[in-house]
């Protein structure tokens, strides 16, 4: 009970902000600040999002969302990790890479889904990939700056001491490199989503980006509204679900996004 209500005291104005937001906007649709059929209140959508949990709407594009999210994800981080360690291992290959990288990664990821449709079998596999392009490059920009920014004379200080190769990535660069991963992590998990639901607004009928676009374009605006906000809670769960895993992981370690 007190590491709840320690929680709850460190993370007061987290949590009172966006109730407050909620609550003025409450308001403004009751007294017609706000025209109630564009901005209905958030009790309103509460309601309609229960019933659209009750009848299993909601549920079904959630799912749909979080699986193509959780195979981007994955797709990013092993990459993304895999090359941004290379990169900053081997001078030359972060040297051959980094142009690719400085005009590939501008370039917003739902405009390769195109020519992702070229190069594998269009459907699911096309959306993961397209979805799995930005995380990757956050992954790997941030690996590789994690491996950089290790001080020289730890590295020099291991090496008198006999750590070499795999003894040496294990005890010394990867340890070293860990908080700018889990940032490159947190960062990418966040893209994905973003990018999906931008994904789905465009080439899918199923998922919380379909649902969105499907109600805008037929005016059901609670139905809109819902999924909006069941994107944003989903977003929240898995950023701070993240930091959790972080902290628990790496306990002596200070968040670098923090610091």
């Not at 709840?4 to 987290?14: D, F, G, K, P, Q």
């Not at 930005?134 to 001491?161: K, M, N, P, W």
């Amino acid at each position: 009970m007190k590491a709840i209500t320690r929680w709850l005291a460190e993370h007061s104005i987290a949590i009172v902000s966006p109730l407050v937001l909620l609550g003025a906007w409450e308001w403004a649709s009751a007294a017609g600040a706000l025209r109630e059929a564009f901005f209905p209140r958030p009790s309103t959508i509460a309601i309609h999002l229960g019933q659209l949990a009750a009848d299993g709407t909601l549920w079904g594009h959630l799912a749909t969302t979080l699986i193509r999210v959780a195979w981007a994800f994955a797709l990013a981080a092993v990459l993304g990790v895999g090359i941004g360690l290379a990169m900053g291992l081997w001078r030359g290959l972060r040297e051959g890479l980094d142009p690719v990288f400085a005009v590939i990664y501008p370039i917003p990821s739902i405009l390769f889904l195109p020519l992702v449709g070229f190069l594998v079998p269009p459907g699911e596999i096309a959306l993961v990939v397209t979805t799995a392009v930005t995380s990757f490059f956050l992954i790997a920009f941030t690996t590789t700056h994690g491996v950089r920014q290790i001080d020289r004379l730890v590295i020099e200080a291991a090496l008198h001491y006999g750590a070499r190769g795999w003894r040496l990535f294990t005890a010394v660069l990867l340890p070293g490199s860990l908080p700018f991963i889990f940032t490159g992590l947190r960062l990418g998990l966040g893209f994905a989503l973003i990018v999906v639901v931008a994904v789905e607004i465009v080439s899918s009928s199923r998922g919380l980006g379909a649902l969105l676009w499907l109600s805008w374009q037929i005016l059901k605006v609670e139905d809109m509204y819902a999924a909006f906000f069941v994107i944003a809670l989903v977003g929240a769960v898995l950023y701070y679900g993240l930091a959790a895993l972080q902290a628990r992981l790496l306990p002596w370690v200070q968040d670098v996004a923090d610091s």
